[in-house]
DNA sequence: ATGTCC
């Protein structure tokens, strides 16, 4: 009989921290896994689909499933100058970034500026869209500068406006995952080289959609596109002292800078990450989830308003034409963002270099009133087809 | 997370 030695597991939160026992299983699930050499949880840890997300897994072996769908899953931070607008007035200016911008038909669109000619893996689709889910696009102030050296060198004062893009590789990513999973399932990459070769172009397509998405709202809000003062991903996987490492909602910790997201309704930190081999040198990624989304709508719809949501105790507005994402992105939903941070500095992974607090928080775009009469129509239609079709 | 499972 063999018994295989479990890797080791680190959690990086205080007990002030409350991390899900689900979350937890999950990276003792993980660190039992062939190869496995060392589990970081990170104090945004909680649940995820097969992997728990707030993770760095060193392994010897590489896992698509440990860095998940959204591959080059990240954010970004671009400064923005603005003249003197409210948010209500600035979050009616922001387009419609479901809708993708298209090489052809939107040839002359401004915002491709930014991408040169290079399309990683010449996948069109989606371009310029921030998806759902946490994703999102927000103006922001910097509102406390923590370290007044290190802002500087970032070009960052009290005051500034940033536009902030948490948004990944849409489909391209997700395709790259399903190749893998519908042939090998939850196991290792069969060819770790063709895989990585993928992953990187869903890197970078992450990074040039987040430019993409910048560039957009930059130009409707009648500004000049900028380059980021910090971009990192959150989701992948890199080749660090020779073993692989998996980060799934971790952002690398290795002396780059970081923001680390709040929510839409509290600030967020800009940190100088400086995590060491215990923490598989990585840094949390936000304030992670404390509720599931099934719990958050749930217990949002009692709770609280669909006016209260959109409009924050920061006096931030939300865009978000869908209701129950609306719900599932609630503050409420998340952790404290300084419990977050607290946990990072006391175990010397990263030191704050600013916060940020939003003005507008665009997810979706709003509906127009012709948009939920017809919204309401077909919802009735359905119903009644239903209901004709049980007689 | 995802042109998504009815």
């Known amino acids: 009989m063999t018994v295989k030695d479990s890797a080791t597991v680190t959690m990086f939160?205080?007990?002030a921290s409350w991390i899900e026992s689900d979350a937890v299983a999950q990276c003792h699930q993980v660190a039992a896994l062939e190869g496995m050499i060392h589990v970081a949880g990170m104090p945004d840890l909680h649940p995820g689909k097969g992997a728990p997300i707030g993770a760095a897994m060193a392994s010897s072996v590489l896992y698509p499933l440990l860095v998940g769908s959204d591959i080059g899953c990240g954010i970004a931070v671009f400064p923005i100058r603005l003249g003197r607008a409210a948010p209500e007035k600035l979050a009616r200016r922001f387009p419609d970034l479901d809708r993708a911008l298209d090489p052809e038909r939107d040839a002359d669109d401004p915002a491709w500026d930014v991408a040169r000619d290079d399309i990683p893996a010449g996948h069109e689709e989606g371009l310029g869209t921030v998806g759902r889910g946490n994703h999102f696009v927000e103006l922001a102030r910097v509102a406390t500068i923590e370290d007044p050296g290190h802002a500087s060198r970032l070009g960052l004062s009290a005051g500034d406006l940033v536009l902030v893009v948490h948004s990944g590789s849409r489909g391209l990513g997700e395709r790259i995952l399903r190749a893998h999973t519908e042939v090998h399932g939850a196991g290792p990459a069969a060819d770790p080289v063709a895989y990585l070769a993928a992953h990187d172009d869903a890197v970078r397509w992450g990074s040039l959609?987040?430019?993409l998405i910048a560039a957009r709202v930059a130009h409707a809000l009648g500004a000049e596109p900028t380059e980021a003062v910090v971009d990192q991903c959150h989701n992948l996987v890199e080749i660090h002292d020779g073993v692989y490492l998996h980060r799934k909602g971790a952002a690398p910790g290795d002396g780059r800078d970081v923001l680390v997201a709040g929510t839409?309704?509290?600030a967020s930190y800009?940190?100088?990450?400086?995590?060491g081999a215990a923490a598989n040198h990585s840094v949390a990624h936000g304030a992670g989830r404390k509720m599931s989304r099934a719990d958050a709508l749930r217990r949002g719809r009692a709770k609280h308003t669909v006016?209260?949501?959109?409009?924050?105790p920061v006096g931030s507005v939300v865009v978000c034409?869908?209701?129950?994402?609306?719900?599932e992105e609630a503050p409420t939903a998340y952790k404290r963002i300084e419990q977050v941070i607290a946990d990072l500095v006391g175990h010397d992974l990263a030191t704050p270099v600013a916060t940020t607090i939003p003005l507008?928080?665009?997810k979706t775009p709003d509906l127009s009133d012709r948009q939920i009469r017809h919204n309401r129509e077909s919802r009735q239609n359905r119903e009644s087809r239903r209901e004709r079709g049980r007689r």
């Open 360 to 362: 507008v928080t665009y």
């Open 264 to 266: 839409r309704g509290t």
């Open 209 to 211: 959609n987040r430019r």
């Open 307 to 312: 006016e209260q949501l959109r409009r924050t």
């Open 270 to 275: 800009l940190v100088a990450a400086h995590a």
């Open 321 to 327: 034409g869908d209701r129950q994402l609306l719900f």
């Open 13 to 15: 939160a205080s007990p």
